[in-house]
């Protein structure tokens, strides 16, 4: 690997990233509370016309374990993204997990957080995404 200035990163460095998390288990456990949710709506059909309800076991476990999974896998991207040799991550593993808590947070980025400018993240303000965000 070489980067654009011609340098070639350390040894130590290329060894020292973890690695990236087990995406298939994320698919996985999608398609199992997939299933779970099939199987709960057949059982108990007045889980499918709305209103306040207590899923059964199966269904929140699978739910459950599937968004803690999600957000190990964010922990373990942001990691990953921190040890880029020549890129200082300006988010945190934490924070990044962290802000997946605020519904409002979570669902603007969600929209449009791939279209802001650089300078929303703390990160240098070059204007990189600026054409991007001039799409919208």
Not at 4 to 22: D, V
Not at 59 to 76: D, H, I, R
Request: proline content about 9%.
């Amino acid at each position: 690997m070489e980067f654009s200035n011609g340098e070639t990163p350390s040894r130590e460095a290329q060894q020292a990233a973890p690695p990236l998390p087990q995406v298939w288990i994320g698919y996985l456990l999608g398609v199992v509370t997939i299933v779970a949710e099939i199987i709960a709506v057949e059982l108990h059909p007045e889980l499918a016309k709305g209103g306040f309800t207590i899923p059964p076991l199966y269904l929140f476990l699978s739910a459950f374990v599937g968004g803690v999974y999600w957000l190990v896998c964010v922990y373990q991207y942001h990691v990953v993204l921190a040890h880029v040799p020549g890129w200082n991550h300006p988010v945190s593993p934490a924070r990044a997990v962290g802000f997946h808590f605020l519904p409002l947070y979570s669902g603007v980025f969600a929209c449009f957080g791939m279209f802001a400018p650089r300078s929303c993240f703390g990160g240098c303000s070059s204007g990189e995404f600026t054409a991007a965000h001039r799409m919208i």
